[in-house]
């Protein structure tokens, strides 16, 4: 991979209010702050950026313990244009959609972990 590979082009970000599981958060936080040189808001937008949904979704349950907190969030005007157009698809909230992402990111930044 070439170093201007590492780089997305220059975009228009957007500040948006958004209700994540305080879970995912805490994970976020901690691979921002202890793994990865990159804040949780370009975490999160990378989260959606490889995001892909099948034609059937799996809506995980929330566990009763569980609790959206409401951030501001910064990401790239294009994901949460990706985000809009998936909700219009699947009429699913954007909050839920953010948090399907946050999920499979983290999931698939922990099974790339344990693979090597």
């Known amino acids: 991979m070439e170093w201007y590979e590492r780089f997305y082009a220059k975009e228009k970000w957007c500040k948006k209010s958004v209700e994540?599981?305080?879970s995912l958060y805490e994970k976020l936080k901690n691979i921002s702050a202890n793994e990865l040189d990159a804040s949780v808001n370009k975490i999160i937008d990378a989260c959606i950026d490889s995001l892909e949904l099948p034609d059937k979704i799996i809506?995980?349950?929330k566990e009763k313990?569980?609790?959206n907190i409401v951030r501001s969030i910064i990401i790239r005007e294009s994901m949460y244009?990706?985000?809009e157009t998936?909700?219009?698809k699947y009429d699913i909230s954007v909050y839920k959609l953010l948090n399907i992402a946050i999920r499979e990111g983290l999931e698939k930044?922990?099974?790339s972990k344990t693979n090597i």
Do not use: C, D, F, Q
């Open 20 to 22: 994540i599981e305080g």
């Open 59 to 61: 809506i995980y349950k």
């Open 65 to 67: 313990t569980e609790i």
């Open 81 to 83: 244009k990706k985000l």
């Open 86 to 88: 998936l909700r219009e």
């Open 109 to 111: 930044y922990y099974n």
